[in-house]
Each structure stands twice: as structure tokens, then as C-alpha cells.
């Protein structure tokens, strides 16, 4: 049976917006966060503190922390690599911290420029410090579907990474198709054996839309129990360490998905194909969203 209720966390700000070539002006992007806090997701990624050598459109992460108007309730979400992403987090009073790993070494090497050990080295002590601060940790997990360097990605490689992470006292792990790769069957046995390690209730689904199979998987996940699945509004994003992958499944998709399924996300349609119009027309191009633009047509 499918969840009666889910949540949704919405990425469009962090994962949306890092692989866009312009630079978005930080008013934009407190705007865009404000307008999805309004819509009412209680878990919000805003930003990224990671190297603006790296990632150059995150730079402003700092910015856009101090100046969204935040929503009681709601979980504002930074991603932290390392000690110097999470101080500024903290400065930032960010609310959650996402240490971010791979299940592939090739993957782990282009995006955060270390092996799989070394990172787990690496968020030791920013687990520790979230803990010691208060701050919740959740850690999220790329190419766990596939990898877009060494192809496929076992099972056991996936299990080893999330066990690393629970050990790092985790609150939430996601389970991440950064290029988009997964089909149901083959979610439902990554999500099962992801949750032989970790309670199941705290995993999530974090989808990228590469090949048209997002909403196929997130339904196949529900089947299996998840009920926490990651989405970007007007589907912006993907990874600027994942050559030709898009952007995430769009959040208007997912939320027409669980409307029409009757399953609770406290979340408004309407005001996020608003946002999503707002963006989209910042940005200069139309939504990928598909329940975005038919409804925006209406
Ligand atoms: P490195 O070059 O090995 O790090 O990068 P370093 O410690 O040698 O530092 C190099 C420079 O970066 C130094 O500056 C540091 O100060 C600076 P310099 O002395 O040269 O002027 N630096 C930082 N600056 C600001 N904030 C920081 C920070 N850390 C170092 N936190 C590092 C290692 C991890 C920093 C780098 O590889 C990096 O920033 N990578 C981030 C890549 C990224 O953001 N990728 C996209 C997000 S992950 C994703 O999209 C996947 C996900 O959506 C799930 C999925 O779909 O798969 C989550
Ligand atoms: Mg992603």
C-alpha cells in the first residue's frame, strides 16, 4: 500500500539553480525561496557552501541564508562538503546540513575531488560538529542508479556508503539517481537493500528526470515504503559533475502525482507553478514542468 502522507523536499534552489551558466542575483533566489516557503514545503534546500571555485553560481549561499523570510516549520537545508562549508552553515543558521558522498569512486573523484574513504574522513568532523551544534545532518548518496563515469554500480557499494553514513549519525539519507538512469524494479531493490542498513522511514529518493523514469521510480519507491522524495520546481538542476544530465523531477509533476493519488504533502500546487513561472521567466526559458505548463495554460 502507498503512503497516506510524504514529504517533499524541494531542491529547486540549490540542485535547480548550481548548474546554471548565469549568475542569478541572490534577490532572486531569496525570492524564489520565499515564494516555496510560502507554498509550504517544511524542508526547503537553499543553498550550497562548497568551494565558488568549484560551483560558482552557490557563491552566494551566505547571502541568501541571511535575507529569505523563514517559515516556522520549515527545514532550511545547505549542502556542507567539509569543516569550512559547515562553519559557514553555522553562521548561516542553517537548520540542516547535507554531507553529500557517492556510491561510485569515479563520481566521488569529479565532484567533491576525493575517494569514497576520504570523504567519509572528511564528514566525520562535520557530523560531529552538527551534532555538537544542534544542527540536523542528513547525507545524501550520488550515483547509487548508476554512474555516469563507471556505468553500473553495485548494490553492496550503495549498502556500504549508507551504513557509513548512519554511522555518522545521519537523521535522513538520500538515495540519489544524479543522472537519471533508474528504472522501478531496479529502485525498488536499491531502496530495499539501502534499507537493510537504515530505517527506511529516513531514506529518501532524490531523482533526476535524464531519461522520463522520475515519477516511475518515486511510485515504485512508495510501493517499497519511501516516503520522502527530493524535487526540483519547474524540474530546473542537474549536477555540473554529471556531463548531460537534467535537471530533477519537477516538483508540479510530483505533486500532481500525489494530489491525484490523495496522498498528503502540505504543499500547494498552484503557488508552486507560480514560483516556477517566476523562475522560469527569470531564467528566460519555459518550465520543464509538464503539470506546470498545463496548468499555467488553463
Ligand atoms: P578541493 O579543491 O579538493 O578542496 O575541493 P581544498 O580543501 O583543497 O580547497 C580548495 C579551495 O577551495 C580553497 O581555496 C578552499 O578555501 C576552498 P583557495 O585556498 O584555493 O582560495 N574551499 C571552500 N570554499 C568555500 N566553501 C567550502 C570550501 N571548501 C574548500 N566549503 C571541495 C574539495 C569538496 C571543496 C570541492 O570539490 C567542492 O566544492 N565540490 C563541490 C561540488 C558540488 O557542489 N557539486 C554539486 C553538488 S552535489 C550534487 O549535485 C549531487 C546531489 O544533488 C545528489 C545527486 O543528484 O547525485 C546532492
Ligand atoms: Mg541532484
Redo the contacts with the bound molecule.
Keep these: 500500500s502507498l503512503p497516506r502522507k510524504v514529504k517533499i523536499v524541494e ?1 529547486g534552489p540549490r ?1 535547480g539553480l ?1 548548474n546554471e551558466k548565469e549568475n542569478v542575483p541572490a534577490d532572486v533566489k531569496v525570492e524564489l525561496v520565499d515564494r516555496l516557503s510560502r507554498a509550504g514545503f517544511v524542508n526547503v534546500e537553499a543553498a ?8 560558482p553560481q ?1 557563491a552566494t549561499g551566505a547571502e541568501v541564508m541571511t535575507r529569505i523570510a523563514r517559515r516556522p516549520g520549515t527545514i532550511y537545508s545547505v ?4 569543516m ?2 559547515f562553519e ?1 552553515a553555522l553562521a548561516a543558521k542553517a537548520d540542516e546540513v ?1 554531507i ?1 558522498g ?1 556510491a561510485s569512486e569515479a563520481f566521488s573523484q569529479k ?4 575517494s569514497i574513504a576520504e570523504s567519509i574522513a572528511r564528514f566525520e568532523p562535520v557530523a560531529k560538529a552538527a551534532k555538537a551544534s544542534g544542527v540536523r545532518l542528513r547525507g ?1 548518496i ?2 547509487a542508479f548508476g554512474c555516469p563515469y563507471q556505468g553500473e554500480v553495485p548494490l553492496d557499494a550503495v549498502a556500504d556508503v549508507v551504513a557509513r553514513m548512519r554511522d555518522l549519525g545521519c537523521d535522513e539519507i ?1 538515495i ?3 543522472i537519471g538512469v533508474s528504472t522501478p524494479r531496479k529502485t525498488q531493490a536499491v531502496m530495499l537493500r539501502a534499507a537493510q542498513e537504515f530505517p527506511l522511514e529516513r531514506l529518501s529518493g ?1 531523482f ?1 528526470d535524464t531519461y522520463g523514469q522520475a515519477l516511475a521510480n518515486i511510485y515504485a519507491s512508495m510501493e517499497v515504503g519511501i516516503a520522502i522524495f527530493h524535487s526540483s520546481v519547474s524540474g530546473l538542476g542537474g ?4 556531463k548531460g544530465a537534467t535537471g ?1 523531477v519537477a516538483t508540479e509533476d510530483v505533486l500532481y502525482l500525489m494530489n491525484g493519488l490523495g496522498i498528503e504533502t502540505g504543499v500547494d500546487l498552484d503557488q508552486v507553478v507560480d514560483a516556477g513561472l517566476f523562475i522560469s521567466q527569470h531564467l528566460g526559458r519555459k518550465s520543464v514542468s509538464r503539470a506546470g505548463n498545463a496548468i499555467a495554460a488553463k
Design positions: 531542491v540542485d548550481q550550497a557552501f562548497v568551494s565558488p571555485k568549484w560551483v552557490m549542502l556542507t562538503p567539509n569550512q562549508g559557514a547535507v553529500f557517492a565532484n567533491i575531488n576525493c545524501s550520488s550515483t538520500d540519489a539517481d544524479t532524490h533526476h549536477c555540473p559533475y554529471a530533477n
